[in-house]
């Protein structure tokens, strides 16, 4: 499945995410691809609304990750753009956090994308304006829980 959505404003961006975060459960990976300014962090900010959590949510670059909220549903959001390939994850304490207890938003994806599962959510922000960003969203149509998002609408 693979779906492309456009937003005018960091807000809309938000709103968009805050949809899409009604959606997840914990387990679920979102994999962000997208250039620095995106809009990556300012996603993940709607994310969390979604999710119900009223956490300051910012940037993960120079601690590597952020968590927002407690099990049973809590959001680790992460940046990888320091990590050049899987290798380099077994030392960041990556495998640490449990995905089953979790909601996983992964800045720079591509860094680490062979460990990734297949029914990963993958998001790419393209930049195409200042304020507009095209949002497109692929899944396995195959993968677990693939369903919940068939008729997704922001």
């Known amino acids: 499945m693979k779906r492309e959505f456009i937003t ?3 807000e809309e961006t938000i709103a968009f995410a805050e949809c899409l975060g009604k959606l997840l459960h914990a387990g679920d990976i979102i994999a962000y691809r997208g250039d ?16 119900g959590l009223q956490d300051l949510v910012t940037s993960p670059t120079f601690m590597l990750v952020h968590v927002y ?5 809590q959001l680790c959001h992460f940046d990888m753009y320091r990590i050049e390939n899987t290798e380099e994850l077994e030392t960041t304490g990556f495998y640490d956090y ?11 994806s591509e860094n680490i994308e062979t460990a990734l599962p297949d029914n990963t959510i993958w998001l790419t922000l393209e930049i195409l304006g200042e304020e507009q960003r095209r949002i497109i969203l692929e899944l ?6 693939s ?5 997704f609408r922001a």
């Open 36 to 51: 620095l300014g995106a809009g990556k962090t300012t996603f993940t900010r709607g994310l969390a609304l979604g999710l």
């Open 8 to 10: 005018n404003s960091p």
């Open 98 to 108: 449990l995905p089953e207890e979790s909601i996983f938003a992964i800045e720079w």
């Open 147 to 151: 369903e919940r998002f068939a008729n």
């Open 69 to 73: 909220g407690n099990p049973p549903l």
């Open 140 to 145: 396995k149509s195959e993968a677990k829980g």
